[in-house]
């Protein structure tokens, strides 16, 4: 079975502009999660999705938002990016029916704002 | 809420010696909880994981972690290590909230293995 998957692996923006990650779980994964990685705040969790529908969301401005579609792929977005929003974008899905909890991780999107 | 903490941020240890990396949690209930290893540049690879029953809990790679209620602790352990177990390690908590899934991580642990 294919794992995560995440485009783009790399990308450069500038300040003020935004941007749209993408996230493909693996296949019958029902759950995907959405995680920051910087070296100073480590690894910081923004949102997740279930069916299409938001069920957690960590502590970031709404510049972040979140989807997901009926085939379980999610996007994220960032507005108005800011220096600080350089970082690795992580997501991670889970299959959740039969008590499958564990995440499983894609390679990630890194950033960076310029 | 819940929390965890590595203590090592960095680890040196000689190939073919054990390892044991320490982790502490802070979380009300019985948490779910897990140890992944992240190489440069790449994303995090799950180890093991530790949901209920048994707490010793064997992974990939050789590893093995166990659950201590009694001191908060879910440490990894090796007992030989390869110079290609060298990346950064983190422990994390699972928590379902009003269905959801969501984990906090400890800060890391980074290894760096002498041959």
């Known amino acids: 079975k294919a794992g995560v998957t995440q485009t783009p692996r790399y990308l450069i923006k500038t300040r003020g502009q935004q941007v749209t990650l993408s996230c493909s779980p693996i296949s019958g994964h029902r759950s995907v999660s959405w995680y920051q990685q910087t070296p100073g705040q480590g690894l910081q969790f923004l949102f997740e999705?279930?069916?299409?529908?938001?069920?957690n969301k960590g502590n970031f401005p709404g510049r972040f938002s979140g989807r997901q579609f009926s085939n379980s792929r999610s996007e994220m977005n960032v507005s108005t990016l800011e220096l600080g929003d350089s970082a690795l974008y992580l997501c991670a899905s889970s299959l959740e029916l039969g008590g499958g909890y564990e995440q499983y991780f894609g390679p990630g999107t890194r950033l960076t704002v310029t | 809420a819940q929390s965890v903490t590595q203590p090592d941020i960095h680890i040196t240890v000689s190939e073919g010696a054990s390892l044991e990396l320490r982790c502490n949690y802070s979380y009300g209930a019985t948490p779910y909880l897990f140890w992944y290893v992240q190489s440069p540049g790449q994303g995090l690879q799950l180890l093991l994981k530790y949901f209920s029953g048994d707490t010793l809990v064997q992974g990939i790679k050789g590893f093995e972690a166990e659950f201590k209620r009694s001191q908060s602790s879910f440490n990894l352990r090796k007992p030989s290590v390869h110079w290609s177990d060298a990346a950064e390690y983190f422990c994390a908590v699972g928590r379902l909230t009003g269905g959801g899934n969501k984990l906090t991580f400890g800060t890391g642990t980074q290894l760096k293995v002498e041959l």
């Open positions: 999705y279930f069916s299409e529908t938001q069920r």
